[in-house]
């Protein structure tokens, strides 16, 4: 019951930003497949497919429960009923574990470890797909790691949640890749008899996850594959085009962002703790330490040494923050080990102290911008000689080792905390950088930060599809007219729509440019969407169309409210187009 609650707790009493800002379109996009379904599929396939743009439908491990929890509460209360569900997945196994192997003290430990990081708030705040790969990653591990007699249950639990990761969003391979071969080496190193029934019962697990999520696909979107057309859009995302976009040739960047320091810091912290002289690391503590290790490896070569984005793109490298987590509450509770056998009262002083570094944190949720040196080194320097400090303790002040773990536990968790949430400091263009920029994590506003023009943005992104309407028929193809360049309050609503490639680029209604008309005539859309803050021009829009020979209808007009954002739309069909009037 604690660990069913312990979301809803710790989200007031930690003071967790309840949505992230829109900083990309991306987030809005996977929003349309969510609230509209199959209409996206019936108006755009034909048209988006071939350029890759229809990637989003393809992430079903999240599409799916996003749409279900969405038809059955709602929009808002959907979207928390959703990461509600991420967070069970990501905390049940987690408690599981550290209870099994450290009591029910740890466990806590390892829920608040988890809950409370700005990584996983910031994830879970957008309708962006790691927000569920990072549940599922971090629950996949936890389940890896299992002490169990049933051991094949539980690598077939994970093997099925590292499937979903990758059906969730593509970077999630690299996660499951790596905690494959850590599965395979540990088998190879503790108990070869086992290694082939462990490689049949994940892949086993992998294609009946996989089978599942197809028919899932066919229901939702009324198409059985989304493997091979996820796999089009990865080649396509590599061309050269596209990784000199979005992937850059330096690495001369990575020393502006502190918090990726924070990996590398907690497995130095975890082979510390664990590596002794003459004294068997056990098998689900070096199956944790060593997947994670893995998986920093692999995203380490794949941003450097290949060609994709994992690190510097925030969407992109939180799927990380799952082995960070696990990785750094199995280390804190082995820390604590002494404080577990102490009084009752000091086996919860370990989540105790886990509790108040953030609640101390969220009361002034401010830190200067910092890179790696010299601050970011020194916090680093911090974790790693907190995490000597026990063994050293143990050796030379016996009865104060307790303390000294309790100590250690602050350190190690406000540098980590530090770290994560430091904002990346101004600096010019690096020569040799993406030519996309990804934007800046909100990690500082998680705790203690608020969302109310987040809500207001969100009730109308999911307002507007219903304004619109269903299509009628497979390519009711539907364009957009607003005022470019972009306007704040609109740019996510017109997200949906994949606002650049469905829009008529320069032209400003009422003015219907050549441009326009070259567009409308290559796309021959049945409908226009019209929206802006007010409808000054909506009256001399539909009499421009009405001239250049569209035979225009206004088929809806709402105002739509949220806060202090207003949006008007017109729904215009051009019957010159249409395969009859509605």
């Given at each position: ?34 609230v ?8 755009y ?5 071939p ?12 599409l ?9 509460f ?25 209870r ?31 927000s ?30 590292y ?21 395979v080496?540990?088998?190879?190193i ?31 979107f ?5 493997i ?9 995302l590599?061309?050269?085009?596209q990784?000199?976009r ?20 907690v ?14 690391i ?5 199956t944790?330490?060593?997947?994670f ?5 692999l ?9 994709v ?10 799927a ?8 750094l509450?199995?280390a ?33 949720p ?30 030379f ?17 406000g ?8 904002p990346?400091?101004?600096h ?25 023009r ?6 109308i ?15 009711d ?12 309050a ?11 490639f ?14 326009a ?11 226009i969407?019209?929206?802006d ?23 809806r ?26």
């Amino acid at each position: 019951m604690a660990v069913l609650v312990s979301p809803v707790v710790l989200f007031y009493v930690l003071r967790m930003r309840p949505m992230a800002p829109n900083d990309l379109p991306d987030p809005g996009i996977h929003t349309a497949y969510i609230v509209h379904s199959r209409d996206m599929f019936a108006r755009y396939f034909a048209v988006m497919s071939p350029s890759a743009r229809m990637r989003e439908a393809y992430r079903i491990g999240f599409l799916a429960p996003a749409h279900l929890f969405y038809e059955l509460f709602g929009a808002l209360p959907g979207f928390f009923v959703t990461r509600y569900f991420f967070a069970l997945i990501a905390i049940a196994p987690t408690y599981l574990l550290l209870r099994r192997l450290y009591g029910r003290p740890a466990a806590a430990l390892g829920v608040i470890v988890v809950l409370s990081n700005p990584v996983f708030i910031t994830a879970w705040g957008t309708d962006y797909p790691d927000s569920a790969l990072i549940a599922y990653a971090t629950g996949a591990l936890a389940c890896m790691a299992m002490p169990s007699k049933r051991r094949g249950i539980w690598v077939a639990l994970g093997a099925a949640l590292y499937t979903a990761g990758v059906w969730t969003f593509g970077v999630g391979a690299f996660v499951a890749v790596a905690a494959f071969v850590g599965l395979v080496a540990i088998g190879l190193i503790r108990d070869r008899k086992r290694v082939l029934a462990g490689i049949i019962v994940f892949a086993g697990a992998a294609l009946i996850v996989t089978i599942v999520l197809s028919l899932v696909f066919e229901n939702m979107f009324g198409h059985l594959d989304f493997i091979r057309p996820t796999f089009d859009s990865a080649r396509f995302l590599s061309q050269p085009e596209q990784t000199r976009r979005y992937h850059s040739t330096t690495w001369r960047w990575a020393p502006y962002v502190a918090y990726l320091l924070v990996p590398p810091a907690v497995a130095a912290a975890w082979a510390i703790v664990f590596v002794k002289k003459r004294v068997r690391i056990p098998t689900p503590q070096l199956t944790v330490g060593l997947i994670f290790t893995l998986q920093l490896l692999l995203f380490m070569a794949a941003q450097f040494l290949g060609s994709v984005q994992v690190l510097e793109m925030h969407y992109f490298s939180s799927a990380l923050w799952s082995g960070v987590c696990l990785t750094l509450a199995i280390a804190l509770a082995e820390i604590a080990q002494p404080l577990f056998a102490a009084s009752r009262a000091a086996r919860w002083l370990p989540a105790a102290l886990l509790l108040v570094i953030p609640l101390v944190y969220e009361t002034d949720p401010h830190v200067p911008a910092f890179g790696w040196g010299p601050f970011g080194y020194l916090l680093v320097a911090g974790v790693i000689l907190a995490a000597c400090a026990p063994r050293l303790g143990a050796r030379f002040a016996p009865a104060r080792h307790a303390w000294i773990g309790a100590a250690t536990i602050v350190v190690i968790s406000g540098c980590v905390l530090v770290l994560t949430v430091a904002p990346i400091p101004a600096h010019h263009r690096l020569s040799g950088s993406a030519i996309a920029q990804g934007p800046p994590p909100a990690y500082a506003s998680a705790l203690g930060g608020t969302a109310d023009r987040s809500f207001a943005e969100y009730r109308i992104e999911t307002e507007l599809p219903k304004f619109v309407g269903p299509a009628t028929y497979t390519g009711d193809d539907l364009l957009l007219w607003w005022n470019m360049p972009p306007h704040a309050a609109l740019d996510i609503p017109a997200a949906q729509y994949h606002t650049n490639f469905n829009s008529l680029i320069g032209s400003k209604p009422p003015m219907l440019t050549a441009g326009a008309r070259q567009k409308l005539a290559l796309r021959k859309p049945t409908e226009i969407l019209l929206f802006d803050p007010t409808d000054t021009h909506f009256s001399a829009s539909v009499a421009a169309l009405d001239r250049a020979g569209y035979d225009p209808v206004v088929l809806r007009k709402k105002v739509l409210r949220s806060g202090e954002l207003v949006m008007h739309a017109w729904l215009i069909q051009l019957r010159v187009f249409a395969h009859g009037a509605r």
